[in-house]
């Protein structure tokens, strides 16, 4: 692999305007047509459109530039270098982890590449709650067209490997419907570290694919740069002022303001509303950081005679949403089946367990399995999603509850994935639950899962999608954020990214958010003047 190609390093080699950490010094200010905020799924379809249409673009991002040949596969590296506090961001009770990407690319750059279009009926729940009645499965079609053109978005046609296998051959035998992942890929090798970034350039990202578009095109990106708050007039933005930071998030130099005509905030659900609270943004029906979901996440390991080794293939090319749709959108939490890679800092850090019995499970690695449910949060009162807040020092954290709705959920969802893995063979399950045993049998499982007490830090759930606080809707009693992507208070700011859904989603974010960033971009070009190009 190390005598690939690195479109990145060759990109810098041809002269990519990159400011920041170990890269050119940022300049005192800049100015600019428009400055997005964050490097994501939304700030990096944003980023492409917007230069195609020739104007003058600067991307901040707040995590490092990093590129192929510097993945290694190691979890130690992604965790430091790629995520959000390390991979060590919780809710403000510290009961579930949070895993959100922090650097070029954001989270496309180390998420495992699934790619679903915004379920129907979440759809439909927009328009009638949030009066989103034009952002229904036609009328967003064409869009998500577009980009699964760009990304190379298609079925997953290479067999699973065996940590999926489990999850299609147990529901195959129950009659439980499976389906294919579609997956953002191009020549993908199946060597399973999507979560710690792509070493061959196959996961079509951010990364190497829009933002190198937009450099080439002569966009400027800031790099280790945090946006630390817009400063405000009246209606309008008048600047944005950056700080450069280390890997450790702590300043390194004085900061540096860039004015532009418009504002895209892109930066993620949990830091988009933050920074829009740190500037002190209008906020009069007090929405701004309120309904941010998560998903949360329940998981149940199975041990086979066989070998599973979950850390090898794709990570995820297996999925059943069967459990989304066995009752209203508001009744019962309902469910999404996947399974998790099992790379040993990952499933030994979430798995539970300590000093003999953990270093047993760490034997047993190459014989686990690990499936997971994902909630749908956000369609009834109980799970309202949580609120972002700011810390004394202005960074940001996630006050988010684990109802006893949801723990309701999380107990039904551990009974699926136990019957689903003895359906496939497992000699053994167990909820991924403090108070869990493994469990010899179906039975057995039913009889220990009925007995454990559903409480916070007891079940361990956590998420790696984050969604809200930016709420989109038709009107500012309902909503942050016009139909249209534009704040509603502000004239020159606009948010793309998913921090602007109305509820969760049931399904893997990032297609949603490229969808929604393409249409957005398309009419703030035509506001600012310009032609919209189509997507390369």
Known sequence: MSSLPDSILGGLQRGWKVHGGPHAALPASLDCDVAIIGSGAGAGITAEMLARAGLKIVIVEEGPLRSSSQFKQRELDAYRDLYQECGGRKTVDQAMNILQGRCVGGSTTVNWTGSFRTPPDALAYWG?????????????????????????????????????????????KLGIPTKVVRRNVKGCWNLGSCGMGCPTNAKQSMLVSTLPAALDLGATMLVQSRAAKFEL?????????????????????????????HYV????????????????????????????????????????????????GAPLSVFSDHFLHTGPVDGPVGYKLEVAPVHPAFALTNGGGIGAELAQRARDLPRTQLMIALLRDGFHA?????????????????????TDYLLDGVRRSYLTMAEIQFAAGAKAVRPVHEQAADYASLAEAKAGIAGLAMKPFLATVGSAHVMGGCTLAADAARGVVRPDGQHWQLANLSVHDGSLFPTSLGANPQLTVYGLAARLTSGLIQRLGGKAQPLA
Not at 281 to 296: E, W
Not at 303 to 308: C, I, M, N, P, S
């Open 128 to 172: 009638d709650k949030f009066g989103l009645t034009d952002f229904n499965e036609a009328a967003m079609a064409p869009w998500f067209e577009q980009v699964e053109r760009r990304l190379n978005i298609s079925d997953w046609l290479t067999e699973p490997n065996e940590n999926n296998g489990v999850l299609k051959r147990g529901a195959d």
């Open 233 to 261: 007039r009246g209606e309008r933005a008048t600047a944005l002022v950056v700080e450069p930071v280390a890997l450790d998030g702590a300043v390194t130099g004085a900061p540096l303001r860039i004015t532009a005509k």
């Open 265 to 312: 905030v892109a930066g993620g659900a949990i830091n988009s509303p933050a920074l829009l609270l740190r500037s002190g943004a209008p906020d009069p029906h007090s929405l701004l950081g309120k309904r941010t979901f998560l998903h949360p996440t329940a998981g149940v390991v199975a041990l086979f005679e066989h070998e599973v080794a979950g850390w090898a």
């Open 382 to 402: 109980d799970a309202a999603g949580g609120a972002v807040k700011l810390r004394s020092d202005g960074s940001p954290q996630l006050d988010y509850a684990l």
